[in-house]
């Protein structure tokens, strides 16, 4: 509703700050310093935001933003250039182009790609798509495994090449560039064996916080590769998150061989797409 | 990279399914079993399927079609070298690298047991000793008269001492025999 009244009304659900915040929206560029935050809580969409901010610097404004009467509030930082006619920023074919300076939280993950910022050094700050991959028709104890497609339907094991590590390393370094679509954290198949990697930091190529810690001496000629999903499951569904970057087959494989419910191995190949994919095992009793 | 479920071993790296030193039988029902926690693992679901099963299916109370268990790709059974005659039974093993499902060990003869129609029958409710003791009461007329011949034959001479004894007897009976005559 474009109302005076319904703009007032979403005071509770967007929050301004003020002041230095560094964030990293994770779309490769690493952190970046901004000078203040625009919070969107409640279901708040883009399009309410806007409203309420230019509500907040309409003319018969009472409200005090940095010390400035909103009436008077034209730009964050003087060194900016000033948009007098929406100071927060534009809204246009369903995109709010954030005015300088300015981090957003609080996005809903439908508008997820619906906005851009400018970062303090001027630079503009696209969000990055992200991209699920689901896979359902699960009971618990199934074991899941997902892992990057080599082309020919099997899993391409030897996606990295290792820097050579020493048993007990609680990090592991990689010759190639840690491509842009791996999970933040998750799952790394090193020599075969299972670890968890808490993050990994794209300049160095390396996936730290490995555990349990390297159980053995890591050489060159090892097979490296970091699978989306990797568990026994104890629910119905499993699914990973990650960065889209560009299309790229997985193969899928589900299994339990326990005495009470063991099912013939469920095997596919699925596309991922900037929309992520989803696939629901098949469940054939196995003898 | 293995995984051991007792008593086998499966080396995901040379294909092969090892057997713990001293088992010399295996059942298929058993080695599929194995085959499928193995293909369940950590270690074995970044890996290819090990071996397929078939069969087993009712055929009424307790009876069932024998398990067919076919190996995948290179995989092999692989008993330990030494002078022993090896058996796998249960079912049918087949499958495996030119279709030989056992590997070479040396020293060791491996008997794989086929059957076209194999079927597995299974008992509920009751245990061996109860099977063996009602075997047993079926068995007890037979088992008396097959007592009674045992001692009967027992008291038979058995030593060839005695044999020149009873060949006199023999003699004087037909001595009498001719006198009376």
């Known amino acids: 509703l474009l109302t005076e009244a319904h703009a007032a009304a979403l005071s509770s659900k967007v929050t301004v700050t003020f002041g230095d915040t560094t964030q990293d929206l994770g779309n490769g560029n690493g952190s970046k310093l901004y000078k203040g935050t625009i919070a969107l809580s409640g279901g708040c969409t883009l399009q309410e935001a806007y409203q309420y901010l230019q509500y907040l610097t309409r003319e018969s404004s009472s409200a005090t933003l940095n010390s400035i009467p909103g009436w008077r509030y034209r730009v964050l930082n003087s060194a900016y250039t000033e948009i007098p006619s929406a100071p927060f920023g534009t809204f246009a074919g369903g995109t709010f182009f954030v005015a300088q300076g300015w981090w957003l939280t609080g996005v809903l993950v439908a508008e997820s790609t619906k906005y851009q910022l400018i970062a303090h050094d001027g630079t503009t700050q696209v969000p990055p798509t992200f991209a699920t991959i689901s896979v359902g028709n699960l009971v618990s104890g199934d074991r899941v495994l997902v892992a990057r497609d080599d082309g020919t339907g099997n899993i391409l094991k030897d996606e990295y090449t290792p820097v050579a590590a020493s048993s007990g390393a609680t990090s592991l370094q990689v010759v190639e560039s840690i491509k842009a679509d ?66 790229f087959n997985c193969r899928v494989d589900v299994r339990n061989g326990s005495g009470v419910s063991p099912i013939i191995p469920f095997t596919t190949t699925i596309s991922v797409t900037s929309a992520g994919a989803s696939v629901n095992a098949s469940r054939n009793l196995d003898v | ?28 029902n058993v080695l599929y079993d194995a085959i499928k926690l193995a293909q369940w693992s950590e270690e074995g679901i970044i890996y290819d399927r090990i071996g397929k099963g078939s069969g087993l299916n009712d055929l009424g109370p307790g009876v069932q079609v024998g398990i067919t268990v076919e190996l995948l790709g290179s995989w092999q059974l692989k008993f330990p070298a030494g002078n022993y005659v090896a058996r796998v039974a249960g079912g049918n093993l087949i499958g495996g690298p030119g279709g030989d499902p056992i590997a070479y060990s040396a020293g060791v003869q491996a008997l794989l047991i086929q059957s076209a129609n194999s079927t597995v029958v299974t008992t509920s409710g009751t245990s061996a000793e109860d099977l063996a003791i009602a075997v047993r009461a079926e068995l007890t007329p037979e088992l008396t008269e097959v007592g009674q011949i045992k001692a009967k034959t027992d008291n038979l001479p058995a030593s060839p001492a005695s044999q020149p004894k009873v060949q006199e007897a023999v003699d004087a009976a037909k001595l009498a025999v001719a006198l009376s005559a």
């Not at chain 1, 998750?186 to 160095?204: E, F, L, N, P, Q």
């Not at chain 1, 190529?205 to 490296?224: C, Q, R």
């Not at chain 1, 970091?226 to 990650?242: C, G, K, L, N, W």
């Not at chain 2, 790296?13 to 713990?20: E, R």
């Open chain 1, 182 to 247: 791996t999970p933040a954290s998750g799952v790394i198949r090193i020599k075969g064996k299972r670890y968890t990697y808490a993050s990994y930091t794209a300049g160095t190529k390396t996936f730290n916080t490995l555990s349990p810690a390297l159980v053995e001496n890591i050489v060159a000629g090892d097979d490296v590769f970091v699978p989306y999903v990797d568990v026994a499951t104890t629910t119905t569904s499993e699914s990973a998150s990650f960065t889209y970057s560009s299309n």
């Open chain 2, 1 to 28: 990279m293995s995984y051991y479920v007792a008593p086998f071993t499966f080396d995901f790296q040379t294909s092969l399914i090892g057997l713990d030193s001293g088992v010399v039988d295996v059942d298929c």
